[in-house]
C-alpha cells in the first residue's frame, strides 16, 4: 500500500486502537453487511488439502457469529494486536472465517440424548423406578428454566434435533449444544453424587 492509502487507512481506523466507542460503532456499521455477506453467501477454505466451501444457512447462526466476530476483532484492537495501518475488512473476514469453521464443525455433531447412563429404567413400579424419578425431579429442579425447556424438548421428548430445539425456543442451535453439554455434566456430577455411577 502506498503513503497515500496508508494515511487513508489510518484515518478511517483513527481510535480504534484507543477501543474509542465511536471508532467501533464506525466500523460496525461500515462492516456489518460484509461479514454477514460471508456467511450467508458463503466461502471457500482449505482443508487436509482440498479445497471445500461453507455456507450458515440458519440467520441465528449467522448473526451469533457475526455479532461475536465483531466483539472479537473489537478486543484484538484494545490488546493492540491489530495494527490501524491495515485495512479492517481482510482481517475481520479472517476472524469472521475461522469462527465460523470452529462453530459450524462443532455444530455438525449433535449431544447424546441419554442424559447419563445409569441404565434402563425398570418397566413395573419398583422402589428403583421410583428413586429414579425422584433423583430426576430433583436434578431438574436445579436446573434453569431454559435448562429445564431444553431438557424437556432434547433429552425428554424423541427424536428431536438441536436446531429444532433451537427453533422451538428462539435460540440458535450453537446455542442450544452448549446448553445441552452444560445440562449433561451437571446431570452426570448430581447423579455421580447420588451413587448411580462412578465419574
Not at 464506525?26 to 461479514?35: D, G, P, Q, S, T
Not at 469453521?101 to 428403583?128: C, F, H, N, Y
Not at 424437556?152 to 440458535?172: C, D, P
Amino acid at each position: 500500500m502506498n503513503d497515500t492509502g496508508d494515511a487513508a487507512t489510518m484515518q478511517a481506523n483513527e481510535g480504534l486502537a484507543e477501543g474509542r466507542p465511536e471508532a467501533f460503532e464506525r466500523v460496525y456499521r461500515a462492516e456489518l453487511r460484509a461479514v454477514m455477506l460471508t456467511l450467508v453467501a458463503g466461502f471457500h477454505y482449505r482443508s487436509a488439502g482440498a479445497s471445500k466451501y461453507l455456507r450458515v444457512d440458519s440467520a441465528s447462526d449467522a448473526e451469533e457469529i457475526c455479532q461475536e466476530a465483531f466483539a472479537q476483532f473489537f478486543a484484538q484492537c484494545r490488546r493492540g494486536r491489530f495494527d490501524p495501518s491495515r485495512p479492517v475488512r481482510p482481517y475481520l473476514r479472517r476472524i469472521t472465517m475461522n469462527i465460523a469453521l470452529r462453530k459450524m464443525g462443532r455444530l455438525s455433531r449433535e449431544v447424546p440424548t441419554e442424559l447419563v447412563d445409569i441404565g434402563p429404567a425398570p418397566e413395573q413400579d419398583t422402589v428403583e423406578q421410583r428413586e429414579r424419578a425422584a433423583l430426576l425431579s430433583e436434578f431438574k429442579g436445579r436446573l434453569d428454566d431454559e435448562e429445564r425447556e431444553v431438557m424437556s424438548l432434547y433429552f425428554e421428548a424423541s427424536g428431536a434435533t438441536q436446531a429444532e430445539v433451537g427453533k422451538k425456543i428462539g435460540r440458535s442451535r450453537d446455542h442450544v449444544y452448549r446448553v445441552a453439554m452444560r445440562i449433561r455434566q451437571q446431570a452426570k456430577e448430581f447423579f455421580a453424587a447420588k451413587g448411580w455411577f462412578d465419574e
